[in-house]
């Protein structure tokens, strides 16, 4: 039966790095994204891969830190966290995109958000905290 789980969080300091997993048995032909969530606030978008690897996703505030990447093989989405803020801190949640390709629309602000209403299958989260 298809399922999605994470791992990786943990507790770490400003500046380390964390690799989450996310074991999506059954769902690498879909598009699959990171959120992230902190007490109070929406849950955000993150990171997003297509199926054919041909499209990412970075949630701004993340680029040039986060990578995201696919092993088909293992049937697992990474994401590694390197320069780790305090403001990274939360539950890291994956999910399952319902098409190829992550769904994503234009805020009114102009940029660009992953749709979490076409993400289906979730994960239970993994916790980071990046804390001195």
């Known amino acids: 039966q298809p399922q999605v789980v994470e791992s990786g969080g943990g507790l770490v300091q400003p500046g380390d790095s964390l690799r989450l997993s996310c074991a999506a048995s059954?769902?690498?032909?879909?598009?699959i994204g990171w959120f992230r969530q902190v007490p109070g606030k929406e849950r955000e978008g993150v990171s997003c891969l297509s199926s054919g690897d041909d499209f990412t996703f970075y949630l701004d505030s993340v680029k040039g830190r986060f990578t995201i990447s696919r092993d088909d093989a293992k049937e697992t989405v990474y994401l590694q966290m390197d320069s780790l803020k305090p403001e990274d801190t939360g539950v890291y949640y994956c999910?399952?995109?319902?098409?190829?390709?992550?769904?994503?629309?234009?805020?009114?602000?102009?940029?660009?958000?992953?749709?979490?209403?076409?993400?289906?299958?979730w994960g239970q989260g993994t916790q980071v905290t990046v804390s001195s």
């Open positions: 999910a399952v995109d319902h098409g190829a390709y992550c769904s994503a629309y234009v805020s009114s602000k102009g940029n660009l958000i992953l749709s979490i209403n076409d993400f289906q299958s």
């Open positions: 059954g769902f690498m032909n879909y598009a």
